[in-house]
T-cell receptor, first 114, second 111 residues
């Protein structure tokens, strides 16, 4: 595997389910990100991790819970989601988390909440 | 939070140069200008970034205005594979990462 991978690629879940999204980067980077992309809305940054520490949390509801066990893996735990949470969830990584460094994105997980 | 403004759409012909503009009049001195593009059903792809000087790489060139309030992404010879939504965003070197991706510019390439 190369670059940034995300699993699953598609997920359908009910509002009472608990599920997790997984992201893995094979680039030796130190920073990882979760983004949300809703239909016809701009890409929104949700969380930033640098060296496994959360450094940004952009007013994301508590039903989204990130976890970064090491610098190569990032999870997004989902519970009691709402239909408006249906979106493409993108993971990205970069060498560092400041503007000097470019970000590399995964293909995304298409989430549908029913 | 510094924001960027881009035209909603642009159109060009294959093998011709394309100049994609971006305005960022509230840019701070420590914000890097990044460009990404997104093809349908894919995650965004890094294109180029810079701080003050013009930048070139194998994909594109980035021309940054002297006052840094605007920039232009230049695709020297567009191909059909360059058809995508192009995003210009500002990423700070200090302070919170309040990244704001705008709506981007949808680039259409005509054969």
């Amino acid at each position: 595997e190369t670059g940034v991978t995300q699993t699953p690629r598609h997920l359908v879940m009910g509002m009472t389910n608990k599920k997790s999204l997984k992201c893995e980067q094979h680039l030796g980077h130190n920073a990882m990100y979760w983004y949300k992309q809703s239909a016809k809305k701009p890409l929104e940054l949700m969380f930033v991790y640098s060296l496994e520490e959360r450094v940004e949390n952009n007013s994301v509801p508590s039903r989204f819970s990130p976890e970064c066990p090491n610098s190569s893996h990032l999870f997004l735990h989902l519970h009691t989601l709402q239909p408006e949470d249906s979106a493409l969830y993108l993971c990205a990584s970069s060498q560092g988390y400041r503007g000097l460094y470019e970000q590399y994105f995964g293909p995304g997980t298409r989430l549908t909440v029913t | 939070d510094a924001k960027t403004t881009q035209p909603n759409s642009m159109e060009s012909n294959e093998e011709e140069p394309v100049h994609l503009p971006c305005n960022h009049s509230t840019i701070s001195g420590t914000d890097y200008i990044h460009w990404y593009r997104q093809l349908p059903s894919q995650g965004p792809e890094y294109v180029i970034h810079g701080l003050t000087s013009n930048v070139n790489n194998r994909m594109a060139s980035l021309a940054i205005a002297e006052d840094r309030k605007s920039s232009t992404l230049i695709l020297h010879r567009a191909t059909l594979r360059d058809a995508a939504v192009y995003y210009c965003i500002l990423i700070p070197t200090q302070g919170a990462q309040k990244l704001v991706f705008g709506q981007g510019t949808r680039l259409t390439i005509n054969p």
